[in-house]
């Protein structure tokens, strides 16, 4: 996931309603390496790690914290995504080191230097058949364990630079690009979408996909859902908190969420609700989420930690 700041002037805050669960907010002071969270994922035994800016990961286990740093050797400016795969490795998206593995002990970086193509991983992402994909400046990289594949423009990928992805509920992988356009690739054939008209033509900072079939993109200016039919945009007019979004997931129950500069937005098909630092979110500069098969839900953010919303 690309994490991209909006510079927009907001003139007319979005409405607030009351979140229905627990917010609790996690800070350096409880452990996290530093307030400033890029990324977040959950792995298979219900740990918590959070990609914390520059050179460090820490680790939740519901009951304590662990930071491991990047070893110093790996040039390491910015983490921009983090994924488990299903042997529990955790595969870092970075600038400058490319992807980096850490499998608890050991860290390996895959870039430039070994056959990965570039030292940026921008998004990285983990589908039900154990492969890790990563978008980078040079195409889409699938691993399966043994073998490394790229998928570049001149196989059908719409572009080189590939900021976001996620796999539907078919097992398709979504790419989207740094240009706005967007491929699906169904493990033989590609099928590009691409629209000439604003908002589509902006950065695409992530992907999410519901049960229903749809898919959502977070872009610096809206949000898409792809139906499989067309597409449909929303803004802050529909009920957006803020003109662009930085982050997209889908809950237990099929509620979406985005993670926007000026709070979170949750929509359930009909109604859209916006939750900033009056229902307790940490910050109202949200910079990544993830969802636990519970229903609980982590919000990172870009100067104060982490809010974790918890229905129980």
């Excluded at 927009?8 to 452990?31: I, L």
């Excluded at 740093?69 to 921009?80: A, H, K, L, N, R």
């Excluded at 042997?87 to 980096?100: E, F, P, V």
Aim: charged share 20%; glycine share 12%.
């Amino acid at each position: 996931m690309l994490i991209c700041i909006v510079i927009m002037t907001v003139m007319v805050q979005c409405s607030k309603s009351p979140a229905e669960g627990r917010w609790t907010t996690f800070s350096a002071e409880d452990g996290l390496a530093n307030n400033w969270i890029t990324a977040i994922t959950v792995d298979s035994r219900g740990n918590k790690w959070f990609g914390c800016m520059i050179r460090s990961i820490s680790c939740y286990n519901n009951r304590s914290w662990t930071t491991y740093s990047v070893p110093e050797e790996f040039v390491c400016g910015y983490i921009f995504d983090i994924a488990v795969d299903k042997d529990n490795n955790k595969w870092i998206g970075t600038l400058g080191s490319g992807a980096i593995r850490f499998d608890g002990v050991n860290w390996t970086s895959y870039n430039e230097s070994n056959g990965f193509p570039g030292n940026d991983a921008l998004a990285v992402a983990t589908d039900s058949d154990g492969n890790v994909w990563f978008g980078t400046r040079g195409g889409v990289v699938r691993y399966d364990g043994e073998q490394w594949v790229t998928f570049t423009d001149g196989d059908g990928l719409v572009s080189d630079t590939i900021t976001a992805m996620a796999e539907d509920r078919n097992g398709n992988m979504w790419f989207g690009s740094v240009s706005g356009d967007i491929s699906r690739f169904d493990g033989t054939s590609w099928e590009n979408f691409h629209r000439p008209a604003d908002p589509m033509k902006h950065i695409i900072n992530d992907i999410a996909a519901d049960q229903d079939g749809n898919i959502w993109v977070a872009t610096v200016f809206g949000v898409l859902r792809y139906s499989g039919t067309g597409w449909r945009v929303f803004s802050k007019h529909d009920g957006l908190c803020s003109y662009g979004a930085i982050a997209a997931e889908v809950d237990k129950n099929g509620r979406r969420w985005f993670a926007t500069d000026d709070g979170v937005s949750s929509f359930d098909g009909i109604n859209w609700t916006c939750y900033t630092g009056d229902n307790g979110l940490a910050s109202n500069g949200v910079t990544s989420i993830a969802v636990e098969p519970d229903g609980t839900l982590w919000f990172g953010t870009g100067e104060a930690g982490v809010s974790r919303l918890s229905f129980e």
